[in-house]
């Protein structure tokens, strides 16, 4: 019979046998030591590493910074020229016209123009051969304008209404009294007549024959006619040649008088006088500036107490600032004398300021720019 293997009777002598509790307790020890070396050494790099990726995307909890990322809400909104500044200013628009301010808005195609409103070039009689930019003029050949129309920019003086014609029944009256007026004879004097006659002799001073009735002056009429019947109530006031009543001014369109160019290109559109401009808040500060000196520029000529001569000329060119004030008149130059050159420089300084300029302005035009501006006299 085989024999099972079982427990042995006897035991092994002690220096053959292994302490495993204290192996096992030294491994643990070493495996410690090894963990807090390992994380010694990653946990201040990872910190290192957080902290620079925090430095590069900003301001960022580590909270946040690890939540999902939301999808914005997008506005898309154009920002108008005005604010598309650069940090130099641009070169000066190429021209600024003066508009028709009955003519519709209409915002030209293609054209370097500006002025105080959008506009389309158009005349009452279309050139279809033309493509000009604006209305032909009639006017003068030596003369520079982009003036298309004329008015006046201060209301005409109010003259009274011319008195209504009489009715057929007070003109009947009228007719009646002139029939019936009694004759006024003043008080007798003498008329003194000097000369001679063809027979040589001379005149001499006579005596008033007529039955006087103590009158003031001397009407015609009846003399057997009653005392009590004068002039009648309605009559039709009196018209003294040397000074004749204001003559009627039409409604005329509120723009500075003009001196238009000869110019018989003209627009190929059909329509109110025209020009091609865009607006721009350039043009209708500069629009404002021109008015306002006009109206000043006419006070002060119709006060001046002396005229200068037609065709006089004077050109002032002044600097104008941001804040709309005339900080320098660089030079004036007149052919009609010093009392023309005083009135038109007063023109320019004595309504300013005219107004701060907008952002588009400065950064087109920087803090002040030079004008030169030309007034004409001429005449009536």
Sequence with gaps: ??????????????????????????????????????????????????????????????????????RPNLEVQLMPDEYLMPSKPQKRPPKFVETNPDAPENIPDKTDNFAAQNQ????????????????????????????????????????????????????????????ARKAEIPLPGFEKREG???????????????????????????????????????????????????????????????????????SPNIGLAGYDARWSNYGAYLQRLVDSVQIQFQRLADESRISPPTGTIVTVKFRLDSEGKVSEIISVDSTGGQQAASVCTSAITTRAPYGKWTDDMIAMLGTSTEFTWKFYYLGP
């Excluded at 990872?46 to 590069?56: I, M, Y």
């Excluded at 001679?196 to 001397?218: D, I, L, V, Y």
Aim: aromatic content about 4%.
């Design 120 to 179: 389309q070039s158009a005349q009452e009689k279309p050139n279809p051969d033309s493509k000009g930019d604006h209305a032909a003029t009639e006017g003068r050949k030596d003369f520079e304008s982009t003036q298309i129309v004329s008015g006046q920019l201060t209301p005409p003086t109010e003259a009274p209404p011319p008195e209504p014609p009489p009715t057929p029944e007070v003109a009947k009256a009228l007719q009646q009294a002139a029939e």
């Design 196 to 266: 001679t006659s063809a027979e040589g002799f001379g005149m001499n001073e006579s005596k008033s024959t007529e039955k006087t009735t103590n009158a003031t002056e001397k009407v015609e009429g009846a003399k057997d006619a009653p005392t009590t019947v004068g002039n009648p109530t309605p009559m039709q006031a009196a018209i003294d040649p040397r000074k004749p009543q204001p003559r009627l001014a039409l409604n005329q369109q509120r723009v500075r008088p003009a001196i238009f160019a000869e110019d018989p290109i003209g």
């Design 1 to 70: 019979m085989s024999q099972l293997p079982g427990r042995p009777t006897t035991q092994s002598p002690r220096s053959h046998k292994v302490k495993r509790p204290l192996a096992q307790s030294e491994g643990d020890a070493e495996s410690v030591i090894k963990g807090v070396i390992l994380a010694a050494v990653i946990w201040p790099t990872f910190v290192l590493l957080l902290w620079l990726a925090t430095r590069h995307l900003g301001s960022v909890s580590p909270e946040a910074a690890f939540k999902p990322a939301r």
